[in-house]
């Protein structure tokens, strides 16, 4: 019989499982027999003393909504958008954390096709981008395509600089990296029946077996158990990890014995954070640092108003 429970996350983060039926074509079936043949099992993580460990993540913010009064079309929208990426470095030797390779960029993103001049705005340097429409949601998803490309260029650096690197969410196209995506919520199940119970088998520190996601970006991808909570659900202290398929099945075997091992050495304590376990340690030490590299919003909302309306700061 099904039962409630109360998610431990915090309502304004949303849920750790949400349901998103746009994620994957609903015909789009993964193979569950790419690792086990026959019946499911939870399979324990192993160690393999892998030494540095790279956690990548990117922040990002509208800083200001801009109106470009064009006398002959009207009004046309634009932003101003920032964002910043950036890494936490387990060196295991030395029992240390760094953060590193932090970039930020700055966006004005104007719709209609205009690419209008920006004014200089002191100590800051915005790149002028156009789109077509005038929807705000086409100037947000450049935001977003510029961030995830500056995110995927990072994880490719550090996996060429001998790190494991973690990237916190889907990372496409990382080529055959040492390099996995980590996924803390859950916007689409994968598995029915017997696989999809297995989930709910798993302890600390185990991972089911690896399945095949099919795309233009082929992955392989399983279930890790970071915490046991005390009066969970089967899938309380679950995330979701995938490698690309261009590692192949021997490597990616390695990457996911590797993280079922080592994720649980980074699950935030339930009582630190509102996404606790699933918001990793050096993720959320991470997100913290980057926003700082933004900058005060206040103070940078003033300054493009002294910048752009002449209003002074």
């Not at 979701?240 to 590692?247: F, G, L, S, T």
């Not at 699933?278 to 700082?292: C, G, S, T």
Request: glycine letters at 10%.
């Amino acid at each position: 019989m099904a039962r409630l429970y109360v998610e431990d996350w915090s309502p304004e983060y949303g849920a750790p499982f949400e349901s998103d039926t746009d994620s994957l074509p609903s015909e789009v079936i993964v193979d569950t027999q790419v690792e086990t043949r026959g019946a499911w099992e939870p399979l324990p993580g192993r160690d393999d003393g892998v030494r540095r460990v790279a956690f990548v993540d990117g922040v990002q913010r509208i800083e200001a909504t801009l109106t470009l009064d064009d006398p002959e079309r009207g009004p046309l929208p634009g932003l101003c958008a920032a964002y910043a990426v950036g890494a936490s470095v387990w060196d295991r030797d030395a029992r240390a954390s760094t953060f590193d390779h932090v970039r930020v960029g700055r966006l004005a993103i104007f719709g209609g096709g205009e690419s209008p001049s920006m004014p200089a705005v002191p100590g800051m340097d915005y790149a002028v981008e156009s789109v077509e429409g005038l929807d705000v949601a086409a100037l947000r998803s450049t935001l977003d395509t510029r961030r995830g490309r500056a995110e995927t260029d990072l994880v490719r650096r550090l996996a060429e600089d001998d790190c494991f690197v973690i990237a916190d969410g889907r990372v496409d196209d990382l080529g055959p990296n040492d390099a996995v995506g980590y996924i803390k919520s859950h916007h689409r199940t994968y598995l029915t029946g017997s696989e999809a119970r297995t989930i709910g088998t798993l302890r600390a520190g185990e991972r089911t077996p690896m399945f095949l996601i099919p795309g233009k970006f082929e992955r392989y991808s399983w279930y890790v158990r970071l915490m046991d909570i005390p009066g969970g659900h089967s899938w309380s202290g679950i995330a979701r990890v995938e490698a690309p398929a261009a590692v192949g099945i021997v490597r990616a075997r390695v990457l996911a014995d590797r993280t079922a091992a080592l994720l649980p050495l980074a699950a935030m304590p339930l009582h630190l954070d509102h996404r606790a376990p699933q918001n990793l340690v050096p993720i959320a030490a991470l997100e913290k640092e980057l926003r700082r590299w933004l900058g005060d919003d206040g103070l940078v909302r003033r300054a493009l108003r002294a910048a752009l309306n002449g209003v002074p700061a």
